[in-house]
């Protein structure tokens, strides 16, 4: 069975600032990757998704993540975070065998003026 | 397109009652798949519906149950309820059980249980 490891419950920021948060996904078969986003309240809302083809993934409001099958992560980033980007991530994977989600535990990211 | 919803979007209920959740997929998505999402375990999966049939099973007892209607509309059960049932409920539509198929997400339904 797969899984997906979120090593930071929660990265402090400052606006402005660069930020990377951690996913790493252990499966024995290919797997599609995804990150969601969670605001206060709300349900969950794809960001970005990894199925196949170029490593590097982008979103419309500007995060990007890299799918490296040999350290088997995806490490979502952002050059610059806004005060909005404040909510919490999630990372997901799904095998072509299972084909349902399976989430890590989340990371919150808090951005700060 | 209109998106997930959701009813009720909160509820409150004691330990012993019944609940039952319902779903509307986006207009077109036939399979629908019910999150239990709590501070302590995460989101975790609770089963998935296509065709009015259930396709994947998540590890809830037995007291979680799950239905699809001909119009993919879905309505989740849960009978007995423990305190431990107190979370929010997330529904989730995509176009077919396919894991390149983006699921979208509902609001979601907060259920507390006393």
């Known amino acids: 069975a797969q899984s997906v490891t979120q090593l930071d419950s929660q990265v402090p920021v400052f606006e402005e600032a660069p930020v990377e948060l951690r996913c790493n996904y252990s499966s024995s078969v290919s797997v599609y990757l995804f990150w969601y986003v969670q605001y206060p309240n709300q349900g969950l809302q794809l960001l970005l998704k990894y199925l196949s083809g170029s490593t590097l993934v982008e979103s419309i409001n500007g995060f990007e993540a890299e799918f490296n099958k040999s350290q088997t992560s995806f490490h979502l980033r952002k050059p610059s975070v806004h005060i909005s980007d404040t909510a919490e991530y999630f990372c997901a994977v799904v095998n072509t065998g299972f084909q349902k989600l399976v989430f890590g535990t989340g990371t919150r990211l808090l951005v700060s003026p | 397109k209109a998106g997930v919803t959701q009813t009720p979007r909160y509820l409150i209920k004691t330990r012993g009652q019944q609940v039952t959740l319902s779903c509307s997929p986006i207009s077109g998505h036939r399979s629908v798949s019910w999150y239990q999402q709590t501070p302590g375990q995460g989101l975790q999966f609770l089963f998935e519906y296509f065709s009015e049939t259930q396709r994947n099973k998540g590890n809830f007892p037995g007291r979680f149950s799950g239905r699809q209607f001909s119009n993919s509309r879905s309505e989740m059960n849960v009978s007995t309820l423990e305190l431990g049932d107190s979370a929010l409920y997330l529904c989730?539509?995509?176009?077919?059980?396919?894991?390149?198929?983006?699921?979208?997400f509902g609001p979601g339904t907060r259920l507390t249980v006393l």
């Open positions: 989730a539509s995509r176009l077919a059980p396919q894991g390149t198929d983006t699921q979208y």
